[in-house]
């Protein structure tokens, strides 16, 4: 049995972040999932596709370290901004585009370490294999 399909306002969460945030789908490879663009995983690019996740708390954010130094070491969010990859664990054989689909259960790493998943698809009735 196949996996909800992710689409544009698909639900996000990174381990890192303090906020959700909603992936963001361009409508390129024209392919509509309940009446919204369908996600590829490479629909991963930082502030286009995967907008900020309010505040970020690793220390491996060059802007949490510092802050958090400044306030002799006590764990001070900043702004996130996302440094993401391409998803991993999409669909195997259902594909957008020519790229595998995007479906719930994909993750996505930042760059600072968090990791990135989907926790609603945007998708109810449509599963991809």
Known sequence: MGKPAATA???????????????????????????????????????????PFGMCTSLA???????????????TPMPCVPVTGAWVGGAVQTTIGEKPALTLGATCTCGFGGVIQIVNPGAVRTLEA
């Open 9 to 51: 306002t698909a639900m996000l969460q990174c381990s890192f972040g303090l906020a959700p945030s909603t992936l963001n789908v361009l409508p390129i490879a024209r392919v509509m999932i309940e009446g919204k663009p369908a996600a590829a995983i490479t629909d991963a690019i930082p502030m286009v596709n995967i907008p």
């Open 61 to 75: 954010n060059p802007q949490v370290l510092a802050a958090t130094t400044a306030a002799l070491g006590v764990l």
